[in-house]
């Protein structure tokens, strides 16, 4: 049934419809062998219902109006001139740059989509023109707008909670420090090539950086401090027990029409775009949520989930083995699918083996977020690529954005071996 479903999605065919239709043809096809009960379908308007009421989700289409408002409105391309501005007179400057505008985005979307369009028409320009690499340079914008997977509030993270059936609000907790940490890797890595490979990563010339002291103080406190305060008292007031995340997202929502309104950003286009696109990615979710609900019932009606249970609690290494097989899993279908599909899919069948090896499952929705974050990354269905390409120059051709996302794959598996020997330990 499994494999039955994942070989109708790479027809193409949307993945909500796929895993519904393999889960009545396999509920068919149980029922004339007798290993299906049909009488267990009348559960499913319960669960579509139970969806439709499941308050923490309702915190998606909240952090995803606010980030894709403030990238409609234009804050987040003024966010990212005032930073390049800042870092650029140093060697590598504006690759940092844009890595601390990522993880900033990240902390004020969670939407990948987002986060890499506006960088990619933004940053790539300047950093090509400034004699960056090119590889360099793609990669650093691909991966620095893969951070909003890790960084809250992600809206994986809320996914994976109500998949995982653990507190969103923990899970924004426990993720902050590793995404920290993958923030840093990364800037790390750009120091390193700017040190060894100084000419992949130039300083900008000094005269495209003479700006008067008071405009830089007025593009700081009115580009910078806003957006920094309103990620602060959403993230904090999630952190604080003030807040449930869903409540911190209508706070946020608000806050983004605060800050375009006061910057006199908040045109009915910039609002209509942001209603739109948040409409699409909600239902997306919803959509998914009821195939996979759908596909769990009769996965679970045919004793799947037991299977799963005996096959990954048996494994040699017990915790550690579950981790490893698990992660090679999620990589694997990582190259092939969508973050939302590999949640939908594999976290419900791995929930109870997790919980009989002892497994903290907060920290395994962590393990797997960051994990899920590199299926941005892999070609050739990396989506952070995919949305690259679509704003890069015909110059830059498709293979170069591929190698420049490479080195950032090898950081983020370094830092997912390293939370797994944590997690283990």
Do not use: C
């Amino acid at each position: 049934m499994l494999l039955g479903a994942l070989v109708i999605i790479f027809t193409g065919y949307p993945v909500a419809f796929s895993l519904a239709g393999a889960a009545l043809v396999f509920s068919l096809a149980g029922a004339l062998v007798g290993h299906f009960d049909p009488v267990l379908w009348r559960a499913l308007p319960d669960r579509t219902f139970g969806i439709m009421a499941n308050y923490t989700l309702l915190a998606v289409p909240f952090f995803i109006f606010m980030g894709t408002l403030l990238e409609k409105s234009g804050l987040a391309e003024d966010l990212l001139e005032t930073i390049g501005i800042l870092f650029g007179r140093f060697r590598g400057g504006l690759a940092i740059g844009v890595i601390g505008v990522g993880a900033l985005l990240a902390a004020a979307t969670g939407v990948v989509g987002a986060s890499v369009t506006a960088m990619g028409l933004i940053s790539l320009p300047v950093m090509m023109r400034n004699g960056y690499k090119d590889e360099l340079t793609v990669g650093v914008i691909a991966a620095a707008g893969t951070l909003g997977q890790i960084i809250p509030p992600s809206i994986v993270l809320i996914v994976l909670g109500d998949q995982l059936g653990v507190s969103v609000g923990a899970l924004f907790r426990a993720a902050l420090i590793p995404g920290l940490i993958l923030t840093g890797a990364y800037v790390v890595y750009v120091i390193a090539v700017a040190t060894m490979r100084p000419g992949d990563a130039p300083a900008m010339p000094e005269e495209s950086l003479d700006i008067p002291g008071a405009e830089l103080l007025r593009r700081v406190g009115g580009s910078m401090l806003p957006p920094l305060i309103l990620i602060l008292v959403v993230l904090g007031s999630i952190f604080a027990g003030v807040a449930t995340p869903t409540e911190a997202g209508s706070l946020g929502a608000l806050g983004a029409m605060g800050l375009a309104a006061a910057n006199r950003r908040l045109s009915m286009g910039a609002l209509k775009a942001a209603m739109e696109e948040t409409t699409r990615l909600t239902m997306m979710v919803v959509f998914l949520l009821i195939g996979s609900t759908a596909f769990t019932l009769v996965f679970r009606g045919l004793e799947g989930d037991l299977w799963i249970a005996e096959m990954l609690t048996d494994l040699p290494g017990g915790s550690l083995g579950f981790l490893l097989v698990v992660n090679v899993i999620v990589f694997a279908l990582g190259f092939f699918i969508d973050f939302f599909e590999i949640a939908f899919i594999i976290v419900p069948l791995i929930v109870v083996p997790a919980q009989i090896l002892g497994i903290d499952l907060t920290w395994l929705g962590i393990v797997l977020a960051i994990n899920i974050q590199t299926s941005f990354l892999t070609p050739p269905f990396g989506f952070s690529l995919f949305y690259l390409r679509g704003v890069a120059p015909a110059s830059i051709p498709t293979t170069t954005i591929y190698r420049g996302a490479v080195p950032f794959i090898v950081i983020q598996l370094i830092v997912l071996v390293g939370l797994i020997a944590w997690v283990r330990t």
